[in-house]
């Protein structure tokens, strides 16, 4: 497993990085420390995204675990890379407005549940959630958005 941790992290003892970049000695993590944090942060949002498909049928409870799951598998990243890393990678000139809608779009839908208390709205909130965080996710694969943008113009003449 250490194996494992270094090929994905390094091993540089030198610029063994902690989660908040370059302010020394607040959180430090070694490599297995980190892998252990990302693991269980995913798992923890996709138990949350799990759980959230069995309370369908209250759209508000359905709104807060999805959003909360969402949020805990895209910050489990932060546990490999940093979380200022993932905050630059994330505001990066490709990704910045998939990053925006994305954000928004959680920010609407908890909106929508814990204030409005709208069950169609928070429908459509999460809606437009899932296809934001498709569309984000998309923009870390390579040329993903070009095809699926290719693959929309010929099915159904519009583009995205």
Known sequence: MWKLSESILGDNEEQQDNLFGDQEGLCSLSPLQRVYGFAACLLAGLICMFLSMIVFIKPIKFALLFTFGN?????????LIGPMQQLSMMMDPVRIY?????????????????????????????????????WYSLSYIPFARRMVSNVTIRLFDTEI
């Open 71 to 79: 949020m805990l598998a895209i910050g489990s990243t932060a546990f």
């Open 98 to 134: 998939a990053t925006s809608i994305y954000v928004g779009c959680v920010v609407l839908a908890l909106i929508c549940a814990l204030l409005i208390h709208s069950k169609i709205l928070t429908l459509l909130a999460i809606i437009c959630e899932i296809c934001a965080l498709i």
